[in-house]
């Protein structure tokens, strides 16, 4: 096994388990949790193409995880500021008790 | 290699803890073990910079924020989540496991790379900055404009509430009485 | 960093300037004679480098407690300890029996493998980041190309451990604590940060020695050319000392563990050994962010005055680390605690909004070469928001006049 499948099959493991938690989690906030594992799954496959893959003089793998990191920073900034706002109005982070809209 | 091989194991057993564990603030932990570990993954591989950077963002930041939302919003019973879990874990891995196969099926087929993998040089933080700083310097202040409208954003919702409680109370002064 | 290197000749090894790190030599020259492969060569070069450190510091801490006790107790006109030897010099010793002697308690509802995590993830992150410090021109102990970096990072674990400290003691003290710990160091880590930043774009490194090379020589002949002489330093500087009073938690923003409002902060429900852990934590990271002040503003090794070559320059080192420290205890003697909205509004508002500002003046400083252009650019420039903020914020912050009425009028 090479260093880079090896790396491939962590990352696809855990874009796997993040996506588990997205779809079986009902806090938000472990929700928010599945999302960032996601992310650090395609990060880390940058990192392993950068490394183990073809020659690449402009760093483009890194340089798209870096500014994948800040996007993550913001997401994640966000997505907690809206999770306490819905927090202070239902006193829950349970979404499925959030269908106030339910029909 | 070694490294990763030690490594390895250990992250897919902190991210099964993130996604298993049925206390909020346990997953949240094993979240930050996990990206600690990704770090690491990044130090070994020789992208210095890029790992010290993930370390201080993911483990610095987003890991504190979450713990610390779980803090304020105080997730109650766990019982009820471990309750209902047998019927949304089929549900959940009915969904996944297909899209397991398909990323495992295409990380088999990159036969197209060599096998030996090429030396990169490790990532000199001199280079890379140039590189950043000319050629994606657009890129770079679109993040910063991204970064700001973030800050004053999250700004403006955490102070609806906190509004009121900004002016300085209000203090009776004490009656003889009342001491 | 390789092995044993046989061309250090006897007069380079016996030096003043090398004595630090004569531990290192002698268990590399031990290994090499005792026919030991190149890496366990190394490697026990390396953890004889960081024992020195290690060593040093806990030493330092040992002192410190008791320099700090004697300091606050001549600022409150008491005598302070005096009983354990001459002077009271036993009484670390004495502190450190009591703790490891004291029973260890974990409360019931704690969660007993995070309590006692925390402890040990508190020193950790300190004694990391005192491990990439240039304590001297020949004491660096790990010369990292990223250590500034490094630095900040393993900084952020303290957090983490905050919070482990305050969750797993399962009540409500250490939980507030935790809170407010972690609001306080998430706040004035930015300003700790953004004011390093100056002096990365100036010097151009985040390599520390690298740092503190760039600030070698003199100005006029007798001015040294440290960061903190030129004005977006000194901007940057201050910002930096007031933040990194806030990061290493002391009065007057120790308000995780105010002990009036909250008992001990996230410590309430510790005791013995692990009790002691958090304090010497707590003081190795003052250590390093005091070190880390010195490299980044005060010329770090740099001798103050030209001249004065043949002094080992660690010992330049250690002298300023006394004198920020004693300045750190001054100022723990002199100044009220502030409010939890106080501390937060005044980072955010204040410290982060100059922080921002010395970055454009220490470009402006970079470009103009440092002569009369950026002087007379940059001091305006940094002048008034100073002056601005203190007279809005002395406004705006000063508690509003209050009218007790006693008993006996």
């Given amino acids: 096994m090479t260093p880079l499948s090896l790396l491939l099959i962590v990352s696809s493991l855990w874009f796997t388990l993040g996506l588990f938690a997205v779809l079986t989690r009902r806090n938000a906030i472990l929700i928010l949790v599945g999302i960032e594992l996601m992310l650090n799954a395609a990060n880390l496959n940058f990192i392993a193409f950068w490394r183990y893959g073809p020659p690449d003089p402009d760093f483009t793998g890194p340089l798209f995880v870096l500014f994948s990191i800040a996007i993550a920073a913001a997401e994640a900034a966000v997505g907690l500021a809206i999770i306490l706002m819905v927090f202070r109005h239902t006193r829950s982070t349970d979404l499925n008790r959030l269908d106030s809209l339910h029909g | 290699m070694t490294p990763l091989l030690i490594l390895c194991p250990m992250m897919i057993l902190a991210a099964l803890g993130a996604v298993w564990l049925a206390r909020p603030v346990h997953a949240a932990l094993f979240l930050a073990l996990a990206l600690a570990l990704t770090a690491v993954v990044y130090l070994a591989v020789g992208a210095d910079f890029i790992g010290l950077v993930q370390f201080m963002v993911y483990v610095g930041a987003v890991a504190v924020l979450i713990v610390f939302s779980l803090l304020i919003t105080r997730p109650g019973d766990e019982a009820e989540e471990l309750l209902r879990r047998p019927r949304s874990w089929v549900t959940g891995l009915a969904c996944t496991l297909p899209v397991f196969a398909v990323l495992v099926y295409a990380a088999s087929r990159h036969t197209c790379l060599p096998d030996a993998a090429p030396e990169n040089p490790s990532l000199s933080v001199e280079s890379f900055g140039r590189v950043l700083f000319t050629t994606h310097a657009p890129a770079v202040l679109a993040v910063g404009v991204l970064l700001t409208a973030v800050m004053i954003g999250a700004a403006l919702f955490a102070k609806e509430a906190h509004a009121s409680s900004h002016t300085e109370p209000t203090r009776k002064p004490n009656t003889p009485g009342d001491s | 960093m390789s092995g044993f290197d046989a061309s250090h000749s006897a007069a380079v090894l016996w030096a003043p300037e090398c004595w630090p790190r004569l531990p290192q030599r002698l268990v590399e020259m031990l290994l090499h004679f005792c026919g030991a492969p190149d890496w366990l060569v190394t490697i026990g070069g390396l953890v004889a480098a960081a024992g020195t450190v290690v060593g040093v510091f806990l030493t330092g801490f040992a002192l410190l407690s008791l320099i700090e006790r004697k300091t606050l107790a001549r600022i409150q006109n008491r005598i302070g300890p005096n009983r354990a030897g001459w002077f009271g010099i036993l009484q670390p010793v004495a502190d450190g029996i009591k703790m490891l002697t004291k029973e260890d308690i974990v409360p019931t509802k704690a969660e007993w493998f995070l309590h006692l995590l925390a402890p040990i993830l508190i020193v950790v992150p300190s004694i990391l980041a005192l491990g990439v410090l240039p304590y001297g021109r020949e004491w660096v102990p790990v010369p990292l190309d990223l250590g500034l970096l490094f630095f900040f990072a393993v900084g952020t674990l303290t957090e983490l451990a905050v919070f482990m400290a305050g969750w797993a003691s399962g009540s409500k003290f250490p939980m507030l ?29 985040l390599s520390l020695p690298g740092i503190v090379a760039q600030q070698s020589g003199f100005l006029l002949g007798f001015i040294p050319a440290w960061n903190v002489f030129t004005p977006w330093g000194l901007s940057a500087g201050l910002v930096f000392y007031i933040a990194s009073i806030a990061e290493a938690n002391r009065c007057p923003f120790d308000l995780p563990e105010g002990e009036s409002e909250i008992v001990a902060g996230h410590m309430t429900e510790y005791s013995g050994f692990k009790y002691a852990l958090f304090f010497m934590g707590e003081y190795l990271g003052l250590f390093a962010i005091s070190g880390l002040g010195i490299t980044l503003f005060l010329g770090g090794w740099q001798a103050p005055f030209p001249g004065l070559g043949s002094v080992p320059s660690w010992i330049w080192f250690f002298s300023k680390l006394v004198v920020v420290i004693f300045s750190f205890l001054w100022i723990r003697g002199t100044f009220p605690r502030v409010r939890i909205d106080q501390l937060m509004r005044f980072a955010w508002l204040c410290l982060i909004p100059m922080a921002l500002l010395t970055i454009p003046a220490a470009g402006i400083w970079h470009f103009a070469g440092g002569g009369l252009i950026g002087w007379a650019v940059t001091v305006p420039m940094l002048l008034v928001p100073w002056v601005v903020l203190t007279i809005h914020y002395n406004k705006r912050l000063a508690p509003a006049t209050r009218t007790y009425t006693f008993a006996d009028s």
């Avoid at chain 3, 972690?182 to 010097?203: D, H, K, N, R, T």
């Fill in chain 3, 177 to 205: 604590g935790a809170m407010r710990a972690i609001s306080q160091m998430v706040s004035y880590e930015l300003p700790l940060m953004l004011s390093a930043l100056g002096v990365i774009m100036v010097s151009g490194t």
